[in-house]
């Protein structure tokens, strides 16, 4: 959508918000740089939208970005701030990038960060242009969000490794994965991964449907078992599924690996760099154009703007049926 209040744009700031996720650091690195490109000054808010209520702003340039393009997490930071979900907070916010003659803002981050973007911008008409950047790839209006590409690869090497113990010593070993209420992660790794289960937040798995999937495994006389463990399934995580089976298959030496936070950091893979690079570059023409309240995202190959509120309503996401259909016969 276009702001009520269209003016030419001269100054824009760019924030990270909410948890980091790999390719932040590229992202940042095409907003600057398409900025000076533009003519357009370009500032960077510390500490996310916490950043924006204490001042921490600062001018950056083309060297400010340099080398960063393969670093994981932010060098803007990220905080989560209470402060700005009040109105006070967020008066202190605009009247500091009013201070600052920003003209526009750039925010990278997940569902948190959008809501935040959605109401400063309704309540003060600040345009801006939001960044899909979480692991958990669970934002509407985009196919993929940064940081998700590289996080797989981090549980794909992990599950490799683990899989390479489970097998000198035959065991049985579930492996938590992030993703929140979203599967993409533990679906994907899991079937890259050549898992013999996975237990997704979509799809309720029962203990007994999951033993009987484990009973097969062991009547082929595998060497070793994986099950990876999406965090929000409804069985109450790995610890707990594992205590549940062992009560069934005492037999099984069984091992549980919680991968935890590893899979936000390292360095983005290449697909998370050309998309940032992407997404950062057309969210700065989003601003320039006059574009508020908006997402940019990929679909198929082509880079796509979403109302914002859309992006934050829409809430239902559909894993892939074949794929976990396809896991289920390679489990075999």
């Known amino acids: 959508m276009k702001s009520n209040n269209v003016k030419k744009i001269k100054k824009i700031a760019v924030l990270t918000s909410g948890g980091d996720a790999p390719g932040m650091n590229a992202c940042i690195r095409a907003v600057v740089r398409t900025a000076i490109h533009e003519k357009l000054e370009i500032m960077g808010v510390y500490q996310g939208y916490q950043g924006l209520i204490d001042d921490n702003f600062f001018a950056m340039n083309s060297r400010s970005v340099s080398s960063i393009i393969n670093l994981g997490g932010t060098i803007l930071k990220s905080a989560r701030s209470e402060e700005f979900k009040t109105k006070e907070g967020r008066k202190k916010a605009y009247d500091n990038i009013k201070k600052h003659n920003i003209d526009g803002l750039i925010s990278i981050g997940g569902d948190g960060t959008f809501t935040g973007a959605n109401v400063l911008s309704n309540e003060y008409d600040i345009p801006v242009v939001c960044i899909p950047g979480t692991i958990d790839n669970d934002l509407y209006g985009t196919d993929f969000t940064l940081g998700y590409d590289t996080a797989n690869n981090t549980v794909i090497e992990a599950i490799d490794k683990i899989r390479d113990t489970a097998a000198s010593h035959d065991r049985l070993f579930f492996i938590e994965v992030m993703g929140r209420d979203a599967g993409y992660i533990a679906l994907n790794a899991g079937v890259a991964g050549g898992a013999e289960a996975i237990l997704l937040p979509e799809k309720e798995t029962p203990i007994e449907e999951l033993t009987?999937?484990?009973?097969?495994?062991?009547?082929?006389?595998?060497?070793?078992?994986?099950?990876?463990?999406?965090?929000?399934?409804?069985?109450?995580?790995?610890?707990?599924?594992?205590?549940?089976?062992?009560?069934?298959?005492?037999?099984?030496?069984?091992?549980?690996?919680?991968?935890?936070?590893?899979?936000?950091?390292?360095?983005?893979?290449?697909?998370?760099?050309?998309?940032?690079?992407?997404?950062?570059?057309?969210?700065?023409?989003?601003?320039?154009?006059?574009?508020?309240?908006?997402?940019?995202?990929?679909r198929g190959s082509k880079v796509v703007t979403t109302p914002l509120s859309d992006a934050i309503h829409n809430t239902e996401f559909k894993l892939d049926a074949d794929l976990m259909k396809i896991a289920k016969i390679m489990a075999m």
Do not use: M
């Not at 037999?251 to 290449?270: A, C, E, M, N």
């Open 212 to 298: 009987k999937l484990l009973e097969y495994a062991a009547e082929k006389n595998k060497t070793s078992t994986i099950v990876i463990v999406a965090e929000g399934e409804k069985n109450g995580g790995a610890y707990n599924v594992a205590k549940k089976v062992k009560e069934k298959f005492d037999f099984y030496d069984i091992k549980v690996s919680i991968l935890g936070h590893l899979q936000r950091g390292g360095t983005p893979s290449s697909a998370d760099r050309i998309l940032a690079t992407k997404l950062g570059y057309n969210a700065v023409q989003e601003i320039i154009k006059g574009s508020a309240q908006c997402t940019v995202g990929i």
